[in-house]
Every structure is written in C-alpha cells, then in structure tokens.
C-alpha cells in the first residue's frame, strides 16, 4: 500500500498563486499526476510528470500558469499555481501512475492522496 499525502491548499485570491506538495511512502516509479474535482464535477487531469522521461503535461485549462515538478529523493512532487483564477477553485489530488497507459485518466493511476482544498476567490 502507497501513500500519499498533500498540502498546502487553501484560500487565495484571483491573481495570486499556491503550492500544493505531495509526499509518497516511496519511490514512484512510473510518475505523478495532479487531478482536480470541483463541486457537481467530475475529476479532471491537470498535469502529469513521467518519471522515466521527465516529460511533463498539462491541461490546457492550465498551461502556462501551473507548474509540476518532482523531487525524487523526498518522493515528492508539487504543483505551482500561479495566476489562480475563480475556476481553479476545487479539491486538488495527487496520485501515483500505475504504468506508461491512460496518462491523462484516473485510470491510469493507482493510489490516490485525500485532497486538499484550493479555493479562489474573485
């Protein structure tokens, strides 16, 4: 059984930026992806870093303002948001990718983090 655990979301204005972290129990050998589900929504992807390649992906809600990065000595992977809009607003997770198919479905992952609040205000 893996682990993971995020944080850092919370309360931010439109314009501003938040750095999400999530910490796995060990080493991730096919990657990391960041979903996002907002209320009467369903999960969507927001960005994916394989950690074979280091290739990186986005949504195109998200280009160009978020960034994914890894650390793999910590096991840990973060999201930086910046120039947060009102509908970035939902509970962010990270997850662990179960191998090289369905990259941008949760499919495609196998262990999943709690969540942690992101909310945007106008």
């Known amino acids: 059984q893996v682990h993971l655990v995020e944080s850092g979301g919370g309360l931010v204005q439109a314009g501003n930026s938040l750095r999400l972290s999530c910490v796995a129990s060990?080493?991730?050998?096919?990657?990391w992806g960041w979903f996002r589900q907002a209320p009467g929504k369903e999960r969507e992807f927001v960005a994916l870093?394989?950690?074979?390649?280091?290739?990186?992906f986005y949504a195109d809600s998200v280009k160009g303002r978020f960034t994914i990065f890894g650390d793999n000595v910590k096991n840990t992977v973060y999201l930086q948001m910046n120039a947060l809009k009102p509908e970035d607003t939902a509970v962010y997770f990270c997850?662990?990718?179960?191998?090289?198919?369905?990259?941008?479905?949760?499919?495609?992952?196998?262990?999943w983090g709690q969540g942690t609040q992101v909310t945007v205000s106008s």
């Open positions: 060990e080493p991730v050998l096919y990657g």
């Open positions: 997850a662990r990718r179960a191998n090289s198919d369905y990259p941008f479905s949760s499919a495609g992952y196998d262990f």
């Open positions: 870093i394989s950690a074979t390649t280091g290739s990186l």
